[in-house]
């Protein structure tokens, strides 16, 4: 049986999932050193910064691209 999405490592991961394994992972302190978005530095919450990333398609890829190589390293 074949994946429905092989070329897709993200399938099926919620924005919401990635966010929050990277806060889990890093802090938002840290998090706002690795991508300097506003919102991972002033006053950061998961809601706001999902809210800023849904609406902001190179801020997603930069958060998507760290998740890849933060789960590629474990």
Not at 8 to 32: F, M, Q, R, S
Not at 37 to 62: E, H, N, V, Y
Request: charged content about 25%; aromatic content about 10%.
């Amino acid at each position: 049986m074949s994946l429905p999405h092989p070329n897709d490592p993200l399938h099926g991961i919620t924005l919401e999932k990635v966010l929050t394994a990277l806060v889990e992972h890093y802090g938002w302190e840290e998090l706002g050193m690795r991508i300097s978005i506003r919102c991972f530095q002033i006053d950061p919450s998961i809601k706001s910064s999902l809210t800023f990333l849904r609406k902001t398609p190179w801020a997603r890829k930069k958060v998507e691209d760290l998740y890849l190589w933060m789960t590629s390293q474990e």
